[in-house]
């Protein structure tokens, strides 16, 4: 394994120790709660349009919206200033502070100030700043950063911070219980917020009609360090101004729910600045309180590079993000290892990429890029729709065309891909894995064996990445288009029901040559005509690894291949989930609209088209059910087709066949394509395979037969459990006859 | 207002471990006496009833410190969350309702909406044209999961019970 491979392994290593049991329950106890809250709400799709349709709406006409709240601001007594960049807005914030002598600043927690590190500024003027959210306050003691955008310190046990706040703070009784831990730094913070001087909050939205500032928190700290000093600063990114108050609604309805999973927050301040409220000055603590006009109230607006993602068509979309967290809590890598293996200069987690890329650059979005594996399991979750994982790959490109890497020509007889020169040479060897395969398919056995001896092994882990723990996949002499060549279809086009064109994957088509055969055998069983063309791959593998020209031009051959067969009506069946995922979604951005509508619509995963195939009439009694002593089904649906909606086809088929389905939830298997193969991030494909594998390890579900729709999945579930794995057409396909 | 919107809001309020009380003008000050302990602080009531003597109208900071209960008046209850609004006054009742261990929140039964699109409805002009410019959606007491468990009280009240005035 290379140094730099040898290194993340280990920071990952590191942070599963020590920080994954924490952040585990934690983000897994959210994203359960996301799922329940979001069940009970009638109109959720409904409200996330309606979220969507406010921010594209808003940041379309940002410029007149920021003029329209300044003068709204303005008008009600306070002031606005729109900052180029953060040392911009730590001026003008210093300069706030210094005007009102202020020796110290409380603060309620915002990733906005995170990101342009005031306190660290502010201190360095002498000034006092203490964080008034819990978790952030334990951060603050403990010197350390944010993991997560709206639980900083998710990934600290109660036992670590009741060590923590006893060696620094040494109280009388030693603090154990959470309630004795909160009751000690609510009452710690008090004394701090009452001889404050100067309060700062971020915001989570901003209104233009009326200057109203949105606060979406559960303990009160906001309200506090608002309302009890004379002073206010509130620091937003200007992405958060939205044009009328009624526009928070859906925003209120959505953003705890996507987060933590509660319906709403304890409390959902609605400030329009200076508040009419009174001072509360606790040196004066026998006058009574009363509103004296003096409130003083500063909007600092930070634009620190998002003029600019505004301008850019695909990093645009990163603007509409509300900060919930739900990208970060549906991530299965986030739920193993959290947010600070991510990295990044301040945010962590799912959209954390297109921030970073926007706001810090390329260099601080690229250090740990990869953990996004594009499962498209937050594309669901995110309440205003955004596609993150599109984002990732997008910003995964640039990344590739900015580096430098001195082994290209090891791989550029290998793979002939349209990128530029300098993509990391194991990203173009995944990257051009159809390319791999057919050399492996034509020299199979041969190529099998030498793959599988110690030197190859060696060498593919030296050069590649490619970690030795991991079985290869095996290559089939005869591949699944040959097959079918020599043994053509066995429903004539003239007596068939329907005709479909079966989509050989590189996997089905060179290695699980298997499941293919199964599924020619199911649709002819329900009387289809079948094909099996010999047709280019979709271009998942170099999606995968950033390299979009070589992806697009994939997609631009693969549809040209399949277009006439779409023109004589014949239906395109997909056995591997992730394919037909990129025909639905990613496609959209490569091919002409006329074109991605006719093949998306036109495309089924082959568990989808068996289902529609028996719903019109096809007789089940043609498929094989359970066989008597059946021990039930335990099924894995792919990731991409969770957020696709289509598991549930699958569990229909083999339901109406008879057979007993036990569908696991885990958001992920943890493979994802080639990400498990990659030596630097083995381990940690293995913690999140191993949820799986207690599901399918109970007493419930372990002598069930194992089924899973995604190659990636089957590798994964074989290399976590004792019995093999198949897909669900290899159980319910008739036998050869 | 429908009943249905008044019995929801109750279920939401019992969800929440929310108390509850119903109270004619007549019944109001003995309702208050029930629910509330001493040292209260309060601000006037934009309603029907007025707040008895006990309760301290005129807070000085160390008033808020001692304080175990606030009494302020809500402008809207929200059944399907079981939120009050809050709207911040001149009278204090931003801090008189955040200091205190108890926050006692009296709203109109009449003002009960059902859900949030209502509320905005209201805030969207309010805000605009009205007497109230701010105001907090309040929903239940104070919380902290940061500790490693949910805590209630983190810097609000530990403790809220809604009155509804019967006018």
């Given at each position: 394994?290379?140094?730099?491979?040898?290194?993340?392994?280990?920071?990952?290593?590191?942070?599963?120790?020590?920080?994954?049991?924490?952040?585990?329950?934690?983000?897994?106890?959210?994203?359960?709660?996301?799922?329940?809250?979001?069940?009970?709400?009638?109109?959720?799709?409904?409200?996330?349009d309606?979220?969507?349709?406010?921010?594209?709406?808003?940041?379309?006409?940002?410029?007149?919206?920021?003029?329209?709240?300044?003068?709204?601001?303005?008008?009600?007594?306070?002031?606005v200033y729109?900052?180029?960049?953060?040392?911009?807005?730590?001026?003008?914030?210093?300069?706030?502070?210094?005007?009102?002598?202020?020796?110290?600043?409380?603060?309620?927690?915002?990733?906005?100030s995170e990101?342009?590190?005031?306190?660290?500024?502010?201190?360095?003027?002498?000034?006092?700043?203490?964080?008034t959210?819990?978790?952030?306050?334990?951060?603050?003691?403990?010197?350390?950063?944010?993991?997560?955008?709206?639980?900083?310190?998710?990934?600290k046990?109660?036992?670590?911070?009741?060590?923590?706040?006893?060696?620094?703070?040494?109280?009388?009784?030693?603090?154990?219980?959470?309630?004795?831990?909160?009751?000690?730094?609510?009452?710690?913070?008090?004394?701090?917020?009452?001889?404050?001087?100067?309060?700062?909050?971020?915001?989570?939205?901003?209104?233009?009609?009326?200057?109203?500032?949105?606060?979406?928190t559960?303990?009160?700290?906001?309200?506090?360090?608002?309302?009890?000093?004379?002073?206010?600063?509130?620091?937003?990114?200007?992405?958060?101004?939205?044009?009328?108050?009624?526009?928070?609604?859906?925003?209120?309805?959505?953003?705890?729910?996507?987060g933590?999973?509660?319906?709403?927050?304890?409390?959902?301040?609605?400030?329009?600045?200076?508040?009419?409220?009174?001072?509360?000055?606790?040196?004066?603590?026998?006058?009574?309180?009363?509103?004296?006009?003096?409130?003083?109230?500063?909007?600092?607006?930070?634009?620190?590079?998002?003029?600019?993602?505004?301008?850019?068509?695909?990093?645009?979309?990163?603007?509409?993000?509300?900060?919930?967290?739900?990208?970060?809590?549906?991530?299965?890598?986030?739920?193993?290892?959290?947010g600070?293996?991510?990295?990044?200069?301040?945010y962590?987690?799912?959209?954390?990429?297109?921030?970073?890329?926007?706001?810090?650059?390329?260099?601080t979005?690229g250090?740990?890029?990869?953990?996004?594996?594009?499962?498209?399991?937050?594309?669901?979750?995110?309440?205003?729709?955004?596609?993150?994982?599109?984002?990732?790959?997008?910003?995964r490109?640039?990344?590739?065309?900015?580096?430098?890497?001195?082994?290209?020509?090891?791989?550029?007889?290998?793979t002939?891909d349209?990128e530029?020169?300098?993509?990391?040479?194991?990203k173009?060897?995944?990257?051009?894995?159809?390319?791999?395969?057919?050399?492996?398919?034509?020299?199979?056995?041969?190529?099998?064996?030498?793959?599988?001896?110690?030197?190859?092994?060696?060498?593919?882990?030296s050069?590649?990445?490619v970690?030795?723990?991991?079985?290869?996949?095996?290559?089939?002499?005869?591949?699944?288009?040959?097959?079918?060549?020599?043994?053509?279809?066995?429903?004539?086009?003239?007596?068939?029901?329907?005709?479909?064109?079966?989509?050989?994957?590189?996997?089905?088509?060179?290695?699980?040559?298997?499941r293919?055969?199964?599924?020619?055998?199911?649709?002819?069983?329900?009387?289809?005509?079948?094909?099996?063309?010999?047709?280019?791959s979709?271009?998942?593998?170099?999606?995968?690894?950033?390299?979009?020209?070589?992806?697009?031009?994939?997609?631009?051959?693969?549809?040209?291949?399949?277009?006439?067969?779409?023109?004589?009506?014949?239906?395109?069946?997909?056995?591997?989930?992730?394919?037909?995922?990129?025909?639905?979604?990613?496609?959209e951005?490569?091919?002409?609209?006329?074109?991605?509508?006719?093949?998306?619509?036109?495309?089924?995963?082959?568990?989808?088209?068996l289902?529609?195939?028996?719903?019109?009439?096809?007789?089940?009694?043609?498929?094989?059910?359970?066989?008597?002593?059946?021990?039930?089904?335990?099924?894995?649906?792919?990731?991409?087709?969770?957020?696709?909606?289509?598991?549930?086809?699958?569990?229909?088929?083999?339901?109406?066949?008879?057979?007993?389905?036990v569908?696991?939830?885990?958001?992920?298997?943890?493979?994802?394509?080639?990400?498990?193969?990659?030596?630097?991030?083995?381990?940690?494909?293995m913690?999140?395979?191993?949820?799986?594998?207690?599901?399918?390890s109970?007493?419930?579900?372990r002598?069930?037969?194992?089924?899973?729709?995604?190659?990636?999945?089957?590798?994964?579930?074989?290399?976590?459990?004792?019995?093999?794995?198949?897909?669900p057409?290899?159980?319910?396909?008739?036998?050869?006859? | 207002?429908?009943?249905?919107?008044?019995?929801?809001?109750?279920?939401?309020?019992?969800?929440?471990?929310?108390?509850?009380?119903?109270?004619?003008?007549?019944?109001f000050?003995?309702?208050?006496?029930?629910?509330?302990?001493?040292?209260?602080?309060?601000?006037?009531?934009?309603?029907?009833?007025?707040?008895?003597?006990?309760?301290?109208?005129?807070?000085?900071?160390?008033?808020l410190?001692?304080?175990?209960?606030?009494?302020?008046?809500?402008?809207?209850?929200?059944?399907?969350?079981?939120?009050?609004?809050?709207?911040?006054?001149?009278?204090?009742?931003?801090?008189?309702?955040?200091?205190?261990?108890l926050?006692?929140?009296?709203?109109?039964t009449?003002?009960?909406?059902?859900?949030?699109?209502?509320?905005?409805?209201?805030?969207?002009?309010?805000f605009?044209e009205?007497?109230h410019?701010?105001?907090?959606?309040?929903?239940?007491?104070?919380?902290?999961?940061?500790?490693?468990?949910?805590?209630?009280?983190?810097?609000?009240?530990?403790?809220?019970?809604?009155?509804?005035?019967?006018?």
């Amino acid at each position: 394994m290379s140094k730099s491979r040898a290194d993340k392994a280990a920071r990952i290593r590191r942070l599963l120790d020590t920080e994954g049991e924490a952040v585990k329950s934690n983000t897994r106890g959210f994203n359960q709660g996301r799922y329940d809250s979001v069940a009970k709400l009638e109109s959720y799709e409904e409200l996330k349009d309606r979220a969507r349709a406010i921010k594209e709406d808003a940041i379309e006409r940002l410029p007149e919206l920021i003029d329209e709240l300044t003068q709204t601001i303005e008008e009600n007594g306070g002031t606005v200033y729109v900052a180029d960049d953060a040392a911009d807005a730590n001026r003008y914030v210093r300069e706030v502070c210094r005007e009102k002598d202020a020796d110290r600043v409380v603060k309620s927690k915002s990733m906005t100030s995170e990101e342009i590190e005031v306190n660290e500024f502010l201190e360095a003027d002498g000034i006092e700043v203490v964080e008034t959210d819990l978790g952030e306050w334990v951060l603050q003691v403990a010197d350390e950063s944010p993991s997560h955008i709206v639980a900083p310190a998710i990934h600290k046990s109660r036992e670590g911070i009741a060590r923590l706040f006893n060696e620094t703070f040494d109280p009388d009784d030693e603090l154990e219980t959470a309630k004795e831990l909160t009751m000690f730094a609510r009452e710690r913070l008090l004394e701090k917020i009452k001889g404050a001087d100067v309060g700062m909050t971020g915001a989570n939205f901003v209104t233009a009609d009326t200057g109203t500032i949105a606060l979406v928190t559960s303990e009160g700290n906001a309200r506090k360090s608002a309302v009890v000093p004379e002073t206010h600063v509130a620091v937003a990114g200007v992405e958060k101004v939205i044009p009328a108050v009624e526009d928070l609604q859906p925003f209120v309805e959505l953003i705890g729910r996507s987060g933590t999973g509660q319906d709403i927050t304890s409390y959902v301040s609605l400030l329009t600045p200076p508040v009419d409220s009174p001072t509360v000055d606790f040196d004066d603590p026998d006058t009574p309180i009363a509103a004296d006009g003096d409130r003083d109230f500063h909007l600092v607006l930070i634009d620190n590079g998002r003029f600019d993602m505004r301008e850019d068509e695909q990093l645009k979309e990163t603007l509409y993000c509300i900060r919930c967290s739900a990208c970060s809590n549906v991530c299965a890598n986030f739920q193993s290892v959290g947010g600070h293996a991510f990295g990044g200069e301040t945010y962590s987690g799912g959209i954390a990429t297109g921030w970073e890329a926007g706001i810090e650059g390329l260099d601080t979005a690229g250090e740990f890029n990869d953990l996004c594996t594009g499962c498209s399991r937050c594309v669901d979750a995110c309440p205003v729709k955004i596609d993150i994982p599109w984002i990732n790959t997008v910003v995964r490109d640039r990344i590739n065309r900015g580096t430098d890497h001195e082994f290209d020509w090891l791989v550029d007889g290998l793979t002939p891909d349209a990128e530029a020169e300098g993509v990391d040479l194991q990203k173009r060897f995944f990257g051009n894995f159809s390319t791999v395969a057919s050399v492996g398919s034509a020299l199979a056995p041969l190529s099998n064996w030498v793959a599988s001896t110690d030197v190859s092994r060696r060498l593919l882990a030296s050069t590649l990445g490619v970690d030795a723990r991991r079985d290869l996949p095996s290559f089939e002499r005869e591949t699944l288009v040959d097959w079918f060549e020599s043994r053509g279809p066995r429903v004539s086009a003239s007596e068939a029901a329907r005709e479909a064109v079966l989509y050989p994957d590189v996997y089905t088509n060179h290695a699980m040559v298997d499941r293919g055969k199964a599924a020619v055998r199911a649709l002819e069983a329900l009387g289809v005509h079948v094909r099996v063309p010999d047709v280019p791959s979709s271009g998942r593998a170099p999606l995968s690894q950033g390299m979009l020209a070589t992806a697009e031009e994939h997609a631009h051959d693969l549809y040209a291949a399949l277009a006439e067969h779409i023109d004589a009506g014949r239906d395109v069946v997909v056995i591997e989930p992730s394919d037909l995922a990129m025909f639905d979604r990613e496609y959209e951005k490569f091919l002409a609209p006329r074109s991605h509508e006719r093949l998306s619509e036109g495309s089924y995963e082959v568990m989808e088209y068996l289902y529609g195939l028996l719903e019109n009439g096809a007789d089940p009694d043609a498929l094989r059910g359970p066989p008597a002593t059946d021990p039930g089904v335990a099924y894995h649906a792919h990731c991409q087709q969770r957020t696709l909606g289509l598991a549930g086809y699958t569990e229909a088929v083999l339901g109406d066949l008879g057979y007993d389905v036990v569908t696991s939830d885990v958001e992920c298997c943890g493979m994802a394509g080639s990400f498990g193969y990659k030596s630097e991030y083995y381990e940690l494909s293995m913690d999140v395979g191993s949820e799986l594998e207690a599901q399918f390890s109970t007493r419930e579900t372990r002598h069930r037969t194992v089924v899973a729709s995604g190659t990636s999945c089957l590798e994964q579930l074989d290399s976590l459990l004792a019995r093999p794995s198949r897909h669900p057409v290899q159980l319910v396909a008739p036998g050869e006859n | 207002m429908a009943t249905g919107t008044v019995t929801r809001f109750e279920a939401s309020l019992d969800r929440l471990d929310v108390g509850w009380t119903h109270a004619t003008t007549d019944e109001f000050e003995s309702v208050l006496a029930d629910v509330a302990t001493e040292p209260a602080v309060g601000t006037p009531l934009p309603f029907d009833v007025a707040l008895p003597d006990w309760v301290n109208t005129t807070p000085t900071p160390a008033d808020l410190d001692e304080a175990t209960t606030g009494v302020t008046a809500a402008a809207l209850g929200i059944a399907s969350y079981g939120s009050v609004v809050l709207p911040s006054t001149t009278a204090g009742g931003e801090p008189v309702s955040l200091f205190p261990d108890l926050h006692v929140a009296v709203v109109r039964t009449s003002d009960v909406v059902p859900g949030m699109p209502e509320a905005f409805e209201w805030f969207g002009p309010e805000f605009r044209e009205g007497d109230h410019s701010s105001a907090i959606i309040a929903t239940g007491p104070s919380a902290t999961a940061d500790m490693g468990e949910l805590v209630t009280g983190a810097h609000g009240p530990k403790a809220v019970h809604v009155v509804m005035l019967d006018e």
